[in-house]
């Protein structure tokens, strides 16, 4: 179910069972007057947003979510998400933290109802692949061939000028491509599980041992260079000691180096969190199978479906150098991210693209299919080229009708007659062949 929709029952289900909202409440536990008390049952979406999205729905405790510049400030400054201090499973969690996540990815992004009151569900997962911003859904109200009306293109494309290219797909298309593949990932775990993990730890493995390299050595530069910088301050320090550096200018150099040590201190922590998260990777192939579990037969794509399962999916842009319009499309699924189905021994290798055999197959389709206006188009176009023909021609007179009638006449006449002194004249020529022939002998 859409998010707008499920507050909007919260709405109607609270206000009618005279639920107080949280102000009247609070005003009321504390012994205050409740503020605007004709309001004082009428809830909005937006407060149910704030309580539903906290995270200690799935059993955590969260502090430090707010600062005060100064103890005398009464007013309370919002801190950002990344700098909370969260305490996991501290209480019994109400829902857990997977469907947690899934309902707040489904509420980032506005998405807005077509005609018949259905948003897209696929807007806000779809990214372009070459510039990374988020696809925009568009739709016309005349249906149009092929689908052709409904479509995605790179949110970059719609600005002046154009930050990146249109990256156009159609939104049916991309509906299928989703569909296939998570029904196809969905067959193969239901298939065969024990193969599934490990085909998701390798690859997971693969992936963060290329990553974990490049990491590890970016921590090694960073912690051999906050050596180096403990080296060059005890020198500087020697030095101002020995009075071959001035007061001020130490205090100038050392200032930068311990800024910069500051922040390489920062980076290491940052690395070494990252590589902590990459060896904790057992769990991701189960979490997938148990979101798999779920569903026995997907038959058809909704919202819900779509963030249980899909992550992000990355469009780039169409190549038609081949002949024909190539997309590729990356899906990144939950957890897992991209994975590759292994290939069947015994599948057909597909034949290989021809340009030429494909454009005159397109052709015989389009005839097939549209044959009764194609030659009726064809017809009309010829009796419109004779009618242009005849009306180009001079209007002749009664005479002229007359002699031309009477020259065709004259020519049939002439022709007979040459056909009849052809003829005779072969006769002749029998009859003459005839007589000159030596006579047989008679035995
Ligand atoms: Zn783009």
Redesign the pocket.
Known sequence: MPCVTVLMLFEYILTDEKVLRPEAYIALRDGHEIPKPSEQYTWYGRTIQNIIFRPEYHGVTVNFRTYKDSYKDKRPKQRPPEEWLVFENTQEPIIDKVTWETAQKSCVVKRRPNNSGTPNPITGLAY??????RMYNARKAKVLKYDSHDSYA????STYPP???M?YIKTSSLQSLLLDTIRSVSHFVQEDEAEFVRLVREASELKNDQMAKVQRKQLAQHQKRISELDNIIKKLYEEKITGGLTAKRFEILVADYEQEQEDLEYQIDQLQEALEQFSDDTGKADKFISIVRKYTDITELTGTILNEFIDKVHIFEADKSSGRREQRVDIHLNFIGQFVLPTDPNAVEPEPFDPVENRRAQWREHYHRNKETINAKQNERRAKQKADKLAAQPVKTAEELAQEEADRKEKKRAYQRKYQRESQRKKREAAKAQTNQPPTLAV
């Open positions: 372009c692949g070459d510039c990374g911003r790179c949110s970059g494309h930050k990146c290219t990256h």
